[in-house]
């Protein structure tokens, strides 16, 4: 059974940094995609950031690229996104998703963990 943890979140203020952890179980890290998705109040779940295949190959969305590195410990079965310089625009709910190689819409994903609360705010 696929199941994804998601962990790290938490109030920090603008300029500051955050580390999100997604813990998975149930499927091999180095085929499928693990992405990281956000909604914000009122707005559409939009991706962050992907990882996928055996290199490990990567996405960002324009709006975090340079501050965002999304990396995976295959050993721990863990996916991280580690978040630097944040913005009030980056808070919301931080989701992470199991999807098949190279997706990054959130319909092409069908496993969902249960979301991590991000607020950036001074």
């Known amino acids: 059974q696929v199941q994804l943890v998601e962990s790290g979140g938490g109030l920090v203020q603008p300029g500051g940094s955050l580390r999100l952890s997604c813990a998975v179980s149930g499927f091999p890290l180095d085929y499928y995609t693990i992405a990281w998705f956000r909604q914000a109040p009122g707005k559409e779940r939009e991706v962050v950031s992907s990882?996928?295949?055996?290199?490990?190959?990567?996405y960002y969305v324009d709006s975090v690229k340079g501050r965002f590195t999304i990396s995976r410990d295959n050993a721990k079965n863990t996916v991280y996104l580690q978040m630097n310089s944040l913005k009030a625009e980056d808070t919301g709910v931080y989701y992470c998703?199991?999807?098949?190689?190279?997706?990054?819409?959130?319909?092409?994903?069908?496993?969902w963990g249960q979301g991590t609360q991000v607020t950036v705010s001074s």
């Open positions: 998703a199991h999807g098949p190689p190279g997706a990054t819409m959130a319909v092409d994903f069908h496993w």
């Open positions: 990882i996928y295949g055996g290199f490990g190959s990567t």
